[in-house]
């Protein structure tokens, strides 16, 4: 495996359950991102780990919950979501603050 | 970081240079512009970044003018697959984790 890998890449949930999203980067990187995609709208950044620490939050609901378990991990744990939750989840990393960041395919995400 | 402003859509033939305009009137002189593509359904994709000088990539040329207003992404020979959506950012250098997207430019590539 190379590059950014993320599962799965479709996932249909209940608002009463609960899932995980799974990112895995092989580049050697030491910063990973979630970022969501709705339909018609900017890519918006949701956390930013850096070595493992939650460096940014953007207000996200608690309904996400974001968790590093070490630098080349990254996890989306979802619960209760609401049908606006439905959305492209994308997962990047890169070296430290670096502007080139290297994202993975993302998980479609649909929340009925 | 500094806006950009980019046209909503372009079309270019197949085989021939795609140019990419993007403005950035209120850059200052610390921020770098970046490009991204993101090819319909998939994750964005990083293309090139560039401070002052012209750069130049395997997947594209990057020309900055001047007063540094404005930029141009040169791809010089179109492939159906570089259909996407463009992205121009400006950020400083390495001072945060933000990239701020903006809606980017749907580059279509014809046959």
Redesign the interface.
Known sequence: ETG?TQTPRHLVMGMTNKKSLKCEQHLGHN?M?WYKQSAKK????MF?Y?LEER??NNSVPSRFSPECPNSSHLFLHLHTLQPEDSA?Y???S?F???????????T?LTVT | DAKTTQPTSMDCAEGRAANLPCNHSTISGNE?V?WYRQIH??????II?GLKNNETNEMASLIITEDRKSSTLILPHATLRDTAVYYC?V?V???????I???GTKLIIKP
């Open positions: 950014v910063a991102y900017p890519l918006e950044l930013v850096s460096v940014e492209l994308l997962c990047a890169s430290h603050r670096a502007g080139e960041q290297y994202f993975g395919p993302g479609r | 770098y970046y359904s998939q994750g964005p994709q990083y970044h950012i950020r250098g390495d001072s945060n984790y933000q990239l997207w903006g809606a």
